[in-house]
């Protein structure tokens, strides 16, 4: 296994089909054991600690690592008075606006963490604000696959722009589930003012549609409905080919009522890979994903007003457009990829466990499910 540790991976994976779950768990390197649903959720937190239970004592890890807000409760009710590191990977939404029972809980729980990993600098502000006393933190940005997001031949572009019917079309485009979080919404609300300047101007929604009726619907009140192509999910090649035909891409997350934020951007790093500028809000992680000004541009969260003006401002220059996204590109090669991140991990996790060679790692979750 890479870097002489062997993980042992404990998570939930209730987004994909039992079908996809078996065969990517099967492609792995390493044990995958799924977290099953419980439904009740005291009965649920009672199952999933005992499997943790169970793993540890059959593998004798030299560090646990908790990644996601169930997890890290998980991992600190565990390792309560035993004396096993454990590294706790905070991506920001666990410090929100929740109050009561729920912030206390988290606050505890990433307090009793040997070490924690926020995967920003916005992430370490937050929890911060929210009370943790951490005993260690270390930023270690996310990061994204090199070998998978590549900038592709300039045909590949024009074969897919007429597979969607859309030749000739200047692309924007957003990667993540439609949701409120994400901030789709002002991206079709800066349309209209898009449109009035640049009027071939269309907007590719790939991920899940979780609030896809919602999205269509106003972009029907504003006018836009035939510029908002909702692609769904979609295979990994084509999502690729499509960062390689967009000509922006945008990401406007935003903060929601129950704490929800954008912790860092990674979807903002795989578009840059395929030499793509972003256009992002800020107050949030993805601010730290993108260079404003010179891999992109980072505009303020809920201003469609503003959004509209940096996207025209790239669509209006493709010299400098083409600029920024080979800045973002040589950036995300040089800085941003999980290799890079990867190492930074080894350090921290070797540090902790105070293993100089083949440790193993049980990982309680890489996602809080």
Same mark, same amino acid.
């Given at each position: *296994?890479?870097?002489?540790?062997?993980?042992?991976?404990?998570?939930?994976?209730?987004?994909? #089909?039992?079908?996809?779950?078996?065969?990517?768990?099967? #492609?792995?390197?390493?044990?995958?054991?799924?977290?099953?649903?419980?439904?009740? #959720?005291?009965?649920?937190?009672?199952?999933?600690?005992?499997?943790?239970? %169970?793993?540890?004592?059959?593998?004798?890890?030299?560090?646990?690592?908790?990644?996601?807000?169930?997890?890290?409760?998980?991992?600190?009710?565990?390792?309560?008075?035993?004396? $096993?590191?454990?590294?706790?990977?905070?991506?920001?939404?666990?410090?929100?606006?929740?109050?009561?029972?729920?912030? %206390?809980?988290?606050?505890?729980?990433?307090?009793?963490?040997?070490?924690?990993?926020?995967?920003?600098?916005?992430?370490?502000?937050?929890?911060?604000?929210?009370?943790?006393?951490?005993?260690?933190?270390?930023?270690?940005?996310?990061?994204?696959?090199?070998?998978?997001?590549?900038?592709?031949?300039? /045909?590949?572009?024009?074969?897919?722009?007429?597979?969607? /019917?859309?030749?000739?079309?200047?692309?924007?485009?957003?990667?993540?589930?439609?949701?409120?979080?994400?901030?789709?919404?002002?991206?079709?609300?800066?349309?209209?003012?898009?449109?009035?300047?640049?009027?071939?101007?269309?907007?590719?929604?790939?991920?899940?549609?979780?609030?896809?009726?919602?999205?269509?619907?106003?972009?029907?009140?504003?006018?836009?409905?035939?510029?908002?192509?909702?692609?769904?999910?979609?295979?990994? @090649?084509?999502?690729?080919?499509?960062?390689?035909?967009?000509?922006?891409?945008?990401?406007?997350?935003? @903060?929601?009522? /129950?704490?929800?934020?954008?912790?860092?951007?990674?979807?903002?790093?795989?578009?840059?890979?395929?030499?793509?500028?972003?256009?992002?809000?800020?107050? #949030?992680?993805?601010?730290?994903?993108?260079?404003?000004?010179?891999?992109? $541009?980072?505009?303020?969260?809920?201003?469609?007003?503003?959004?509209?003006?940096?996207? $025209? /401002?790239?669509?209006?220059?493709?010299?400098? %457009?083409?600029? *920024?996204?080979?800045?973002?590109?040589?950036?995300?090669?040089?800085?941003?990829?999980?290799?890079?991140?990867?190492?930074?991990?080894?350090?921290? $996790?070797?540090?902790?466990?105070?293993?100089?060679?083949?440790?193993?790692?049980?990982?309680?979750?890489?996602?809080?499910?």
């Amino acid at each position: *296994m890479g870097h002489g540790w062997k993980p042992v991976v404990l998570t939930s994976q209730d987004y994909a #089909s039992d079908a996809d779950v078996e065969r990517f768990n099967a #492609s792995q390197p390493f044990p995958v054991v799924r977290f099953r649903r419980i439904g009740a #959720s005291p009965l649920e937190a009672l199952y999933r600690e005992t499997v943790l239970r %169970r793993w540890i004592r059959r593998h004798h890890p030299a560090v646990l690592v908790a990644s996601g807000s169930r997890a890290v409760l998980l991992a600190a009710g565990r390792t309560a008075g035993r004396d $096993l590191p454990w590294l706790a990977v905070a991506h920001g939404t666990e410090f929100g606006g929740r109050g009561g029972w729920e912030s %206390r809980a988290f606050r505890w729980a990433f307090s009793q963490a040997t070490a924690i990993v926020c995967v920003s600098d916005f992430t370490r502000r937050r929890m911060i604000a929210a009370g943790v006393a951490a005993r260690r933190t270390v930023v270690v940005p996310n990061g994204a696959d090199p070998k998978r997001f590549v900038r592709l031949a300039g /045909e590949d572009s024009s074969s897919l722009k007429k597979e969607l /019917e859309l030749e000739g079309a200047r692309l924007l485009i957003t990667v993540g589930n439609v949701t409120e979080r994400k901030g789709q919404d002002v991206v079709v609300r800066a349309l209209p003012a898009v449109l009035a300047a640049e009027p071939r101007t269309h907007y590719v929604v790939v991920g899940l549609p979780t609030e896809g009726e919602r999205l269509e619907g106003l972009a029907r009140s504003l006018g836009v409905a035939d510029r908002v192509h909702l692609l769904g999910r979609v295979e990994p @090649e084509r999502l690729v080919r499509l960062l390689n035909a967009a000509d922006v891409f945008v990401m406007t997350s935003r @903060e929601t009522a /129950e704490g929800h934020v954008e912790g860092f951007g990674i979807a903002a790093v795989e578009a840059a890979l395929c030499g793509l500028p972003s256009v992002v809000a800020g107050g #949030s992680g993805l601010a730290e994903a993108v260079s404003d000004r010179e891999t992109g $541009l980072v505009v303020p969260p809920e201003d469609e007003t503003a959004t509209a003006r940096a996207i $025209l /401002e790239l669509l209006g220059d493709d010299e400098r %457009r083409r600029t *920024m996204g080979e800045n973002a590109r040589r950036r995300a090669l040089a800085e941003q990829t999980w290799d890079q991140a990867i190492l930074r991990y080894d350090a921290t $996790l070797r540090d902790l466990c105070g293993e100089a060679r083949d440790p193993e790692v049980a990982t309680a979750s890489r996602r809080s499910g």
